[in-house]
């Protein structure tokens, strides 16, 4: 079945530095969704990426869409504490006909201040 | 506008017992979802319900069930709990299906532990 790698699994920066995660998949996928999780709640939608190349910006936030439609990055620039947390890449099944997402494992996220 | 709310936050049962979740989505959103997501483990699809009607699962045993009521809010029933089955539990909702340009939107879960 479809299935999303993402790498590192976890990483521990100082505050300030960029950061850069990325998602790779053996399948096409027609959308990426990059999510965050914070401790004790529910993913939270930083940036969705429809188009092969598209290359979106939310803030600090940046991703891509990679041009074989198998890969996208996240990229988060001069990294704050607030930035803590678990980021996972997510994208429908199957073209979004059955409906939901398969997500990553995610990439742990640790700022020191 | 409120977000996606599900109920209770956290549940505590023992090995055979029943649980049952809850999920009210976003106004005007039809379309509800359900995840689990282990410790330390990605978020993995249990349910998707649309208008009332379930519309897909994802690989997990008949025990998992649920429904959608006519106010579009839903209940995820887990029957015969097992120690594995604890879990966050996660309930999302989408105006339409989840990747076609419509944003699925996480609520903040229940956390179930099977003792």
């Known amino acids: 079945g479809q299935q999303l790698n993402q790498s590192p699994q976890s990483m521990f920066i100082q505050e300030g530095e960029d950061v850069s995660m990325n998602c790779t998949s053996s399948?096409?996928?027609?959308?990426w969704l990059w999510y965050k999780q914070d401790p004790g709640e529910g993913p939270v939608l930083l940036i969705a990426?429809?188009?092969?190349?598209e290359l979106t910006s939310n803030g600090r936030l940046t991703a891509q869409f990679g041009i074989t439609r198998k890969d996208s990055f996240l990229n988060i620039s001069a990294s704050i504490p607030s930035d803590v947390g678990i980021y996972f890449c997510a994208g429908p099944t199957n073209g979004g006909s059955q409906g939901n997402l398969i997500f990553g494992k995610g990439t742990k996220l640790s700022v020191k201040p | 506008e409120a977000g996606v709310t599900q109920s209770p936050t956290h549940l505590i049962k023992t090995r055979g017992q029943q649980a049952t979740l809850r999920c009210s989505p976003i106004s005007g959103h039809t379309s509800v979802y359900w995840y689990q997501q282990a410790l330390g483990l990605g978020l993995q699809f249990l349910l998707w319900?649309?208008?009332?009607?379930?519309?897909n699962r994802g690989n997990f045993p008949p025990r998992f069930s649920g429904r959608q009521f006519p106010n579009y809010s839903s209940e995820l029933n887990v029957n015969a709990l097992e120690l594995e089955d604890s879990a966050l539990y996660l309930c999302?909702?989408?105006?339409?299906?989840?990747?076609?340009?419509?944003?699925?939107?996480f609520g903040p879960g229940t956390r179930l532990l099977v003792l």
């Open positions: 999302a909702s989408s105006l339409g299906i989840a990747g076609t340009g419509e944003t699925q939107y």
């Open positions: 399948s096409i996928f027609n959308t």
């Open positions: 990426l429809y188009k092969a190349g």
């Open positions: 319900y649309d208008e009332g009607e379930e519309r």
